[in-house]
C-alpha cells in the first residue's frame, strides 16, 4: 500500500497516514482556468435557463413547459453548490478572500449563508462517523438501543423524518427555504451576519423579481428548481454515508483516516450525472484531503493506485440504503426497522 504512480512528488505523510496520503498534496492546487470555466459552464447555461422559463411564462405556455426547463436548471443548482461547498473548503481559489466573496455570492443562489453552512460542514468532517459527535451537518441517525429507550411520540417523529417521502420531498425544500434563515446553534457574530446577509440578498432578488417579472412568475420558476436541486442535493448526501458497509464508531474507538475511507462513499455516477454534482461521488477523497478542488478529484483517483481499492456503490445498489435506518452497535452496520423484530 505504499506505491503512487509516477510523477507524482510523495510529501512525506503525518503520523499515522499511510505514504500514499502525501502524495494528494499535489491536487490541492487550485488551477485558476478551470476555476473561471467552472463559473462560466454553470452559471451562463443556468442564467440562459431562467430567462427561457421566464419567457415561457410570459408567452402563456403550459407551465409543464417551465417545469420540463426546471429540470436542468434544479441539476445545474446542484453544480453551483458543489462551487459553492469548494469555496467554503478554500479550495476553489488560492486566495480566501476570492472564496468568500463568490462562496456568499454562489450561497445566495443555493438560499444557503456561506459562513454558518461553513462551520456546519467542517465540525461535520470533524466528527463524521463518529456516534457520540452526531446532530451537526448529518443526517439525523438513532442506534437501534436508542430508538428502542425512545417514547413512542419520539419513534413516530423519527419514523416520520426517517421516510422517503419527507426526507427526500418535503425535507430538503423546508431545509433550505425555511431552516437555513437561521443561524446555527453556538455559531459567532460572522456566521450570524452570514444568514442575516444572505437573507436580505434573497429578500433583494424577491423585491426586484416583484417588479420587474412578477412575484408569481419568480415562486413559479425558483420553488421547482430549488426543489430539484435540493431533493438531488439530499439524496447525494444520504448516500454519501448512509450506505452498506459504512463505518461508525464511538469516539475512543474512532479513526478519522477510516471514517473518511469507509464512512463516507464511493458514489459510481454515469458521466452526465458526475458533471452535475461537480464529482462529489468521490466523498470519500474528499473526506481524505477536503482541500482538492472538485476538478482534480478524479484525477487525484486515477493517479494514486491505493484510492481506486475501495468499492464503488452503484445507483441500483444506493437504492438498497432506504431502508438503513439505524445503526446496530452489536453487529456494527446499519440496519432496516425490520430488524427490531430479532
Known sequence: MGSVKSGIKNKSAPRGKPEWYGAIAEFERPDLRKTVWQLVDTLVPYGVLWFLMIRSIQLDYAYWVTLALALPAGGLLVRVFALFHDCCHGSFFRSNRANRAVGYFLGSLCFTPFDDWRHSHWRHHATAANLDYRGTGDVWTLTV???????????????????PLVLFGLGPLFYFVISERFSSRGVGKMEHRSVVVT??????????AAWTIGLGTYVMIQLPVLMVAATAGVWLFYVQHQFEGVYW?????????????????????PRILQWFSGNIGLHYIHHVRPRVPNYNLERCYHAIPELQTVKPLSMLGSLKSLRLRLWDEAKEQLVGFRALRS
Not at 145 to 163: C, D, I
Not at 199 to 208: D, E, F, K, P, T
Not at 250 to 265: H, I, M, V, Y
Open 199 to 208: 437573507n436580505l440578498v434573497l429578500a433583494a432578488i424577491a423585491l426586484l
Open 249 to 269: 464508531a464511538r469516539r475512543d474507538n474512532w479513526s478519522a483516516f477510516k471514517a473518511a475511507l469507509e464512512g463516507s462513499s464511493f458514489y459510481k455516477l
Open 145 to 163: 438501543e436508542e430508538y428502542l429507550k425512545a417514547s413512542p411520540l419520539q419513534k413516530q417523529l423519527y419514523r416520520l423524518f426517517r421516510n
